[in-house]
């Protein structure tokens, strides 16, 4: 059992580049996620996937665009990288939140991809 | 108004003594869930505690505990006997939404660096 993992886990990019992040995982879970981490500011959801085949916006989704054609993928691109995107990417998973909620509603995350756009 | 506010930046505790990271949370949802990831400084989130709405007792995990205090909407984690393992960066979270499925939020505080002292 992997978990969560991402690919690749650094990368240095120039302004205007575009770049995909890829997040796999192997826990059969519905719900994915794609969250940046910047300093002093925990981490914001960019976007995020309840099933195959659907997305939807996050708190910060500008410049972001996801796709789940598998239920075990999540790939986050950016299609024309910008300094401010400067930041370290987690992916993660869990299952739908029940109506009595339970720890295994956890979020696991995946161990990040640092991204330097320069 | 902040979802997750956690109010102490950094904090410093005696290796062996008790500390206590604070969480507040708002939401107007009934059935929500509480969490508590570790961040050290190798990057990884790492789950360690949860707490549901519908609990009525703290959730204890070895050394962690979680201080919910339903009416204050407070969710205190309490790490006894601390280690200088412990030093790292410390997040409060929360997944609230209809559980039926569907939209969920998940949101989290800025985190609580915690530095523990030989």
């Known amino acids: 059992n992997a978990g969560v993992t991402q690919t690749p886990k650094f990368r240095v990019l120039k302004t205007g580049q575009s770049m995909t992040l890829l997040c796999a995982q192997d826990m059969n879970h519905e719900y994915m996620y794609w969250y940046r981490q910047d300093p002093g500011m925990g981490l914001r959801l960019i976007h995020y996937s309840v099933g195959e085949g659907t997305t939807a916006k996050g708190e910060v989704p500008d410049g972001y665009n996801v796709s789940r054609l598998k239920k075990q993928n999540f790939l986050l691109g950016l299609e024309s990288a910008a300094p401010s995107q400067t930041s370290v990417y987690f992916c993660?998973?869990?299952?739908?939140?029940?109506?009595?909620?339970?720890?295994?509603?956890?979020?696991?995350f995946g161990p990040g991809t640092r991204l330097t756009v320069l | 108004a902040q979802k997750i506010t956690q109010t102490q930046p950094g904090m410093f505790v005696q290796e062996k003594e008790a500390v206590t990271l604070d969480c507040t949370y708002d939401t107007s949802d009934q059935s929500y869930g509480l969490f508590w990831y570790k961040q050290p400084s190798s990057g990884e989130m790492i789950f360690l505690i949860y707490q549901g709405s519908y609990d009525e007792q703290n959730a204890t995990e070895g050394r962690y505990s979680l201080n919910f205090q339903k009416a204050r909407k407070s969710a205190n984690l309490v790490i006894s006997a601390s280690q200088l393992g412990d030093s790292a960066m410390y997040f409060c979270?929360?997944?609230?939404?209809?559980?039926?499925?569907?939209?969920?939020?998940?949101?989290f505080g800025t985190g609580t660096k915690l530095q523990v002292i030989p």
């Open positions: 979270a929360m997944r609230e939404g209809p559980a039926s499925g569907g939209y969920q939020k998940v949101t």
């Open positions: 993660a998973s869990s299952l739908p939140l029940q109506v009595h909620p339970s720890s295994t509603d956890t979020q696991y």
